[in-house]
C-alpha cells in the first residue's frame, strides 16, 4: 500500500480532518443509496462469515452489516487515517465488533479473503481502476461476490455539464462542494476511469450481473444508469 490517499483527487487526510457535518453526509453516499441494498443482497445471496467494506468513509455499510449479522467478521478500509479513527472510536462506544483498517487503491491486499467485498462510489477516485477491481476480487473467497458501483459514460456526461454549469447544479441544495468540485472528480471528468460491463468482464474474466436482479431497486430516486450497482461472483 501506499502512503499517500487517493493524490489524483481530493486530499483524504485533510478532507476529514476538517469536514463539518455537511462534508461528512456528502461523502458518504452509501448511507443514502446502498446501506438497505446491500443488507437485502447478504440476505438473498446467505450469511456472511466475513465481510469488507473497501473506501468505507464513515462506516455506514459496516456498522449496518455488523448489526445485521453479529457473527460476521466485518471490517472497513480506508485510506484516510482521521476517518479511521472515528469509526474505531464509534465502534467502541456502540460496542459494535468492526474492525478499521488502512488501505489506498489500487493496492489492496488484506491477507485473507471474505465472502462478500463491497465498495461504494470509491472506484471514480482511482486512476488505476482496472487494477484496484482486480485487487478486490482476489480478496473474494471461491463463492462469494464482489459487489460494487462504477460510474459510466453517462454519469461523466452528466458530472461534465455539472462542472460546466455550477451555479445551475452546485448551489447551496448540493451535496457537492462548488470550489472543491472539479479537484475532487477530476479522475471521472476526464473520463479516465469510467467503467462499463465490457471492461469489467476484460478485467476479472467474469460479467457483472445487476444487483437489482437480486433485490428491489430502492423506491428513493437515484442515478442507477450513471451509477450501476452490481456483482461478479467468484
Not at 486512476?127 to 473467497?141: H, Q
Not at 447544479?169 to 451535496?175: F, I, K, P
Amino acid at each position: 500500500m501506499t502512503d499517500a490517499t487517493h493524490d489524483d483527487t481530493i486530499d483524504w487526510h485533510r478532507f476529514w480532518t476538517d469536514a463539518d457535518e455537511g462534508d461528512r453526509a456528502d461523502a458518504a453516499p452509501s448511507a443514502h443509496h446502498a446501506t438497505d441494498a446491500v443488507v437485502d443482497f447478504l440476505a438473498e445471496t446467505g450469511r456472511p462469515d466475513a465481510f469488507a467494506d473497501v473506501g468505507c468513509g464513515p462506516g455506514h455499510v459496516a456498522f449496518a452489516v455488523a448489526e445485521a449479522y453479529p457473527e460476521a467478521d466485518v471490517v472497513g478500509y480506508d485510506a484516510a487515517e482521521p476517518v479511521l479513527a472515528e469509526n474505531r472510536e464509534r465502534a467502541r462506544d456502540r460496542d459494535a465488533d468492526v474492525a478499521f483498517e488502512r488501505a489506498v487503491l489500487p493496492d489492496f491486499d488484506p491477507d485473507r479473503q471474505f465472502d462478500v467485498v463491497f465498495s461504494y462510489f470509491t472506484l471514480c477516485y482511482v486512476r488505476e481502476v482496472e487494477d484496484a477491481l482486480r485487487a478486490m476480487y482476489d480478496a473474494v473467497a471461491d463463492g462469494g461476490y464482489l459487489v460494487f458501483n462504477y460510474q459510466n459514460r453517462l454519469a461523466r456526461a452528466h458530472w461534465r455539464r455539472m462542472a460546466d454549469e455550477p451555479d445551475e447544479y452546485l448551489g447551496e441544495d448540493s451535496q457537492f462542494d462548488a470550489d472543491r468540485f472539479e479537484d475532487r472528480f477530476r479522475l471521472l471528468l476526464d473520463g479516465e476511469n469510467l467503467l462499463s460491463y465490457e471492461r469489467i468482464h476484460d478485467a476479472l474474466g467474469t460479467w457483472p450481473q445487476s444487483a437489482w436482479s437480486v433485490v428491489d431497486r430502492p423506491d428513493t430516486r437515484w442515478a442507477w444508469r450513471h451509477h450501476p450497482l452490481v456483482f461478479v461472483p467468484k
